[in-house]
């Protein structure tokens, strides 16, 4: 597993929730979305009513979980959890939504993987509050409706275009989560640094930070494996010299690059001097499977302004060059 991944991996599952922030206000950056979120909470409490249903769109470990928490905590009702993946027939949503109770939140990770059947039952318990359950088969077969508690959907989806027209617009509140800035970052590593009782440094808090490519999951484990560095090379408090000394030990460098996204840097510029270069290529020349470059390396590279994707191949940047430390050929036309 990549110690710089968004994915949420074992250890992270513990971790992760011990270092949830529990309340918008402790909610850190993402600075519209809360306030957007704080307005959307408040009216509806102050008029006594669910309010609308929320989409949170974005990239892994960026807090969609987290913020679905803090709805349910704000709004002082339970939080049901499940996921699109989880739900393969339409069976497996009437199930849930038949047991929701009055006002409780239901989080739906990965909305956009639910089976289709399914979809169309969420149609209407988002709009009527209301399920269709078909009793029988074929032509016999008849729909029942079934009156369902008022709920509060949550849905979660890393590509909000990847959803159904008639999905997206029954959510009447849409948050767009972006990477975070490094200072914000910084103050996320603080705070978990606080909570695990890891004693740090600010500056090394902001080394932690610029490395962990704007996902506060990153910043998280990151701070993990700088605090174990800390603790069996010294005397456990992180300056920024440890810091810099552990992440060179886990090949994480100054940008939040790791080896894989290093390597295929590097083979562009060293052996297709800059590109334009084929995926297929350029992954052999790494030893690895086109998808895992292109899934795994290349998005970040790309957010990062050192690798373009062309209609001819990949191709680096002027950045990249410089990343690396070489001199590019006239020939790179840079
Ligand atoms: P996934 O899509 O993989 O489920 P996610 O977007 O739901 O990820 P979370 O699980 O909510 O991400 O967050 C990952 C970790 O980052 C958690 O440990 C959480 O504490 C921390 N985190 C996320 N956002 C913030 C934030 N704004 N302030 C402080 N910590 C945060």
């Known amino acids: 597993e990549r110690l710089v991944s968004a994915e949420q991996?074992?250890?992270?599952?513990?971790?992760?929730?011990?270092?949830?922030?529990?309340?918008?206000?402790?909610?850190?950056?993402?600075?519209?979305?809360?306030?957007q979120l704080s307005l959307v909470l408040h009216s509806a409490l102050?008029?006594?009513?669910?309010?609308?249903?929320?989409?949170?769109?974005?990239?892994?470990?960026?807090?969609k979980t987290t913020l679905a928490m803090i709805i349910a905590a704000e709004l002082g009702k339970p939080l049901r959890i499940t996921s699109g993946p989880a739900i393969e027939r339409a069976g497996d949503l009437a199930a849930v939504l038949s047991t929701l109770s009055e006002g409780e939140v239901l989080f739906l990770d990965e909305i956009h993987r639910m089976a289709r059947p399914a979809e169309e039952m969420l149609y209407l318990a988002m709009e009527d509050f209301?399920?269709?359950?078909?009793?029988?088969?074929?032509?016999?077969?008849?729909?029942?409706?079934?009156?369902?508690?008022?709920f509060t959907l949550v849905g979660a989806t890393t590509r909000a275009g990847m959803l159904p027209g008639p999905l997206r617009d029954r959510f009447g509140f849409t948050a767009h989560m972006d990477f975070y800035e490094p200072a914000e970052l910084e103050v996320i590593v603080r705070r978990s640094a606080g909570l695990l009782g890891v004693r740090?440094?600010?500056?090394?808090?902001?080394?932690?930070?610029?490395?962990?490519?704007?996902?506060?999951?990153?910043?998280?484990?990151?701070?993990?494996?700088?605090?174990?560095?800390?603790?069996?090379?010294?005397?456990?408090?992180?300056?920024?010299?440890?810091?810099?000394?552990?992440?060179?030990?886990?090949?994480?460098?100054?940008?939040?690059?790791?080896?894989?996204?290093?390597?295929?840097?590097?083979?562009?510029?060293?052996?297709?001097?800059?590109?334009?270069?084929?995926?297929?290529?350029?992954?052999?020349?790494?030893?690895?499977?086109?998808?895992?470059?292109?899934?795994?390396?290349?998005?970040?590279?790309?957010?990062?302004?050192?690798?373009?994707?062309?209609?001819?191949?990949?191709?680096?940047?002027?950045?990249?060059?410089?990343?690396l430390g070489l001199t590019p050929p006239p020939s790179a036309g840079l």
């Open 200 to 323: 740090i440094d600010d500056e090394a808090a902001a080394e932690v930070a610029f490395r962990s490519r704007g996902t506060p999951r990153i910043a998280n484990r990151l701070l993990r494996r700088v605090r174990d560095y800390a603790e069996v090379r010294a005397d456990g408090r992180v300056t920024r010299e440890l810091a810099r000394a552990a992440l060179k030990l886990y090949e994480v460098d100054e940008e939040g690059l790791d080896r894989l996204d290093r390597a295929v840097l590097r083979a562009l510029l060293t052996k297709f001097g800059g590109g334009p270069v084929g995926l297929s290529t350029l992954a052999v020349s790494v030893g690895e499977e086109p998808e895992t470059v292109e899934v795994v390396a290349e998005p970040f590279l790309v957010r990062q302004g050192l690798l373009a994707r062309t209609a001819r191949g990949r191709v680096a940047t002027a950045a990249a060059w410089e990343h």
């Open 9 to 35: 991996s074992v250890e992270d599952q513990a971790i992760d929730a011990a270092l949830r922030p529990k309340q918008l206000d402790d909610f850190i950056g993402q600075e519209r979305v809360r306030e």
């Open 46 to 63: 102050r008029r006594g009513r669910t309010p609308d249903h929320v989409l949170l769109s974005g990239g892994p470990g960026l807090g």
């Open 130 to 150: 209301r399920v269709d359950v078909v009793v029988g088969k074929g032509p016999g077969a008849t729909a029942i409706p079934l009156d369902i508690a008022r």
